[in-house]
């Protein structure tokens, strides 16, 4: 059974830093493509960055270009997401979620693991 936990939420001020961590477990991390996804009081639950299984390809929002950085530690079966220049529209639930391809993507639908989520509150 797939688990993915995710940790490093918090509350930030506008214009800080936070760097969120999802451990997985339960299958080979190293041959999937893994995504980072949001969801804001109210709101559909959106993506934010995706990496594919050997860390070659990164796609992201357009919202989060150039602040956030996904990256991944297959020998430690880690996920991160660097979140810097954080802004108060950044504020949600974030969600670390795995593929069953080594493709990333920027589809929600395309995944098949989620994790419980971390909240992400950034104060102006």
């Known amino acids: 059974q797939v688990q993915l936990v995710e940790s490093g939420g918090g509350l930030v001020q506008a214009g800080g830093s936070l760097r969120l961590s999802c451990a997985a477990s339960?299958?080979?991390?190293?041959?999937?493509?893994m995504g980072w996804f949001r969801q804001a009081p109210g709101k559909e639950r959106e993506f934010v960055a995706t990496?594919?299984?050997?860390?070659?390809?990164?796609y992201y929002a357009d919202s989060v270009k150039g602040r956030f950085t996904i990256t991944r530690d297959n020998a430690k079966n880690t996920v991160y997401l660097q979140m810097n220049s954080l802004k108060p529209e950044d504020t949600a639930v974030y969600y670390c979620?795995?593929?069953?391809?080594?493709?990333?993507?920027?589809?929600?639908?395309?995944?098949?693991?989620w994790g419980q989520g971390t909240q992400v509150t950034v104060s102006s």
């Open positions: 979620t795995q593929r069953t391809f080594r493709t990333p993507s920027a589809i929600l639908y395309e995944y098949t693991y």
């Open positions: 339960g299958r080979t991390f190293s041959s999937y493509a």
């Open positions: 990496i594919s299984w050997s860390g070659g390809i990164t």
